[in-house]
């Protein structure tokens, strides 16, 4: 104990002082202008008065009055107030327990400095435990000291805004009308959050959906989860009135090595997010119910997964389960051959929603496929050239012959190609590297027509193409960062022997892009030799001024002879399907589109944001042009307004107005926004 007190007056054991002093003891230090201390065999008490100050367990109160007891190691504060991270807090009376923990009565929150706050809330009796944790019964939300809102319980981490608090919404024009909304972070301990919000559709009826959000980055475990559930009164559809969505997602990692994730969603039936399509607390997943386990080894990957259908009209191809094996590439007997392999085998069950009509049979097969591949490396001097040779098998216990088939091909290819670099300066490095490959898919041994197509690996066809191209790279060092100032890729197809495509060389590709501190620049298209048109291109303009302003634009062409793909440089389809059928298909969708962002924060409490998508030459869509703008003013007590009209193509124009209470948005610009 370290005692230091003005003037002190001494009598049996007290000291007594009005001209202020310090008590400090383990974890507790004490000041005030009067002081009252007792040390006796059974009595060591600490009484304080007028400018106080408390430190007890890393925490600062104030208050009028404050009593200890050093042998019991507890304590009172009457009239206390302290902050935690971004919440200041007090009570009528703050009770100090042992190991660090407050019991109150009378507590009131805010995020507001001032004594007379413009919102808080109001509990009769909470605990805080572990310095953060507060435990509280009997909770109200107050705003100009009105009531309104209540919890009968209210768990909370208060070292932390991370999250929204709270969010107050109305909502009015578009499809849907009005709309009043609120959210609530309603529980909040270690590394769960639980989320409330309820809506009222004017148009439509009430809603509500409860969120779970947990994080635990000691073992790398996350899942995310929303229940929502909705009464829809509106009578204009064939859904019933009471419609839900139950989806979640999650991932967890044991041992180091094996790692498990997974999702799942439930709805009600096959329009309701398309109804309610606008809920931005919606998980924005994709509708698959799936579990995958993945464990890795020294030498080799395996995946165990299944994905069912709980939908009944939605399209699955259900794996019920299926294996995967990867083996790490190994030498091949002390030689100069690399070889690896990959193996998968389940039960694939591919099913049908039953709101299709006049839909195909679903169908079902166990099915195994099997990938050896080899390679050779080596090098003439600065040429690199691998060749590799791989086999495809893929077994089919049922098919659409009435019996079990075994598709089997090749694959040969070969990758060269030649780096040369040259440093023009201690700060600027020029690597150029020309590139050709080489591509080969013998035809299987089973057509299409005798067996089941349950994803794109049942889709292989004799393909016969070779790609060669030509790269640049400029790289500069700039202190302790590299920049690009410039990458340039030129490239194109041929295809051998192939009457479907129609030309030897029909496109040729190219890639550039400069990024810099402050500016980025990316240029990607391909031009079309058979048609004699621009096939595509797309550009992009990014730059940052400051931290308070930010724009990008963007363009976008695609001509109707770019099909729509996922992986634009596989040409199975273009090979197997001729140009009509594929002119004749959705994947065919001729489009043109500019896109502009810019952020700009032009006072210190005031942002504004600004996006848009202008779209035109599509064949079946009119001109269109969708427009998204967001003003955020930052309020006192880290409250924020913000204020968003929009325009688009399937709501036109819509307003929205939210109060917010959470940290500060960081000052560099938002996610880009998701047109719908």
Request: glycine share 6%; aromatic share 18%.
């Amino acid at each position: 104990m370290h005692v230091d007190l003005q003037s002190p007056m001494y009598e049996d054991g007290v000291l007594t002082t009005d001209n202020g002093g310090v008590i400090e003891g383990p974890n507790i230090r004490i000041q005030a202008k009067k002081i009252t201390y007792v040390k006796r065999d059974d009595q060591w008490t600490v009484r304080a008065q007028e400018d106080l100050i408390v430190h007890y367990q890393g925490y600062c109160f104030t208050g009028n009055e404050a009593e200890y007891d050093f042998l019991n190691k507890k304590g009172l504060i009457d009239e206390g107030r302290t902050q935690i991270g971004s919440w200041y807090l007090g009570g009528h009376t703050i009770f100090l327990e042992p190991r660090g923990n407050y019991r109150f009565k009378g507590l009131y929150l805010t995020t507001c400095e001032r004594e007379k706050s413009l919102w808080q809330l109001h509990v009769q009796e909470g605990t805080i435990e572990e310095g953060n944790l507060l435990k509280a019964k009997n909770l109200q939300v107050k705003v100009f000291q009105l009531p309104i809102f209540w919890f009968p319980y209210f768990w909370a981490n208060l070292s932390t805004l991370q999250d929204l608090i709270a969010k107050y919404e109305f909502i009015t024009g578009g499809t849907t009308g009005e709309r009043l909304g609120m959210r609530y972070q309603i529980y909040s301990w270690r590394n769960t959050r639980v989320f409330l919000q309820a809506d009222y559709w004017f148009t439509r009826g009430p809603t509500t959906s409860l969120q779970f959000d947990y994080e635990n980055a000691k073992n790398f475990t996350t899942f995310k989860g929303n229940n929502f559930i909705a009464f829809d009164y509106h009578g204009a559809h064939p859904y019933g009135i009471f419609r839900n969505r139950f989806v979640g997602e999650f991932q967890a990692k044991l041992f180091d090595q094996l790692e498990i994730e997974g999702a799942y969603d439930k709805l009600s039936d096959s329009n309701v997010l398309e109804t309610y399509f606008n809920r931005d607390y919606f998980l924005q997943i994709e509708r698959r119910t799936r579990l995958q386990m993945r464990l890795q080894k020294d030498q080799w990957i395996g995946f165990l997964r299944t994905e069912a259908r709980i939908n009944p009209f939605d399209v699955v191809s259900q794996e019920l389960p299926y294996f995967q094996f990867d083996l790490k590439p190994f030498t091949l007997f002390s030689t100069p051959l690399v070889a690896d392999l990959s193996f998968n085998a389940g039960y694939l069950d591919y099913v049908y929603g039953n709101i299709i009509v006049n839909s195909p049979h679903n169908f079902r097969s166990p099915r195994v496929e099997i990938y050896p591949r080899l390679y050779l490396p080596f090098h003439l001097g600065p040429i690199s050239i691998t060749p590799r040779a791989e086999y495809i098998g893929i077994g089919y216990g049922q098919s659409l012959v009435g019996h079990a088939v075994w598709s089997s091909l090749g694959e040969l290819g070969a990758l060269a190609n030649i780096s040369a670099s040259k440093k023009i300066s201690p700060s600027l490095k020029h690597i150029v590297e020309p590139y050709t490959e080489y591509t080969y898919y013998s035809k299987p041994t089973i057509p299409f027509e005798n067996h089941y197509l349950f994803n794109f690996r049942d889709s292989y066809v004799k393909i016969n193409q070779l790609k060669w191209g030509l790269r640049n790279s400029l790289y500069y060092k700039l202190s302790e960062q590299i920049y690009t100032p410039l990458f340039l890729d030129i490239y194109t197809y041929g295809f051998f022997n192939n009457t479907t495509i129609g030309a030897f060389v029909p496109k040729l590709y190219l890639e550039l892009s400069s990024k810099w501190p402050s500016l980025y620049v990316e240029m990607w298209g391909g031009y079309n030799f058979q048609h004699n048109v621009i096939d595509s291109a797309n550009a992009k303009l990014a730059y940052t001024f400051n931290e308070d302003l930010a724009c990008s634009f963007s363009f976008r062409h695609r001509s109707r002879y770019d099909y729509k793909k996922a992986d634009h440089d596989n040409y199975f389809l273009d090979v197997f399907r001729s140009q009509a059928d594929l002119l004749a298909s959705p994947l065919s969708d001729r489009r043109d589109i500019f896109l502009t962002s810019v952020y700009w924060k032009p006072l210190k409490k005031l942002i504004l944001e600004f996006k848009s998508r202008t779209g035109w030459h599509r064949v079946e869509a009119p001109f269109y042009n969708e427009l998204f703008f967001t003003v955020t003013v930052l309020l006192p007590c880290n409250w924020r307004f913000i204020f968003n009209p929009r325009r688009t193509v399937v709501e036109g124009w819509r307003w929205d107005f939210r109060f917010e209470l959470g940290e500060a948005p960081p000052k560099e610009a938002s996610a880009p926004f998701v047109f719908w």
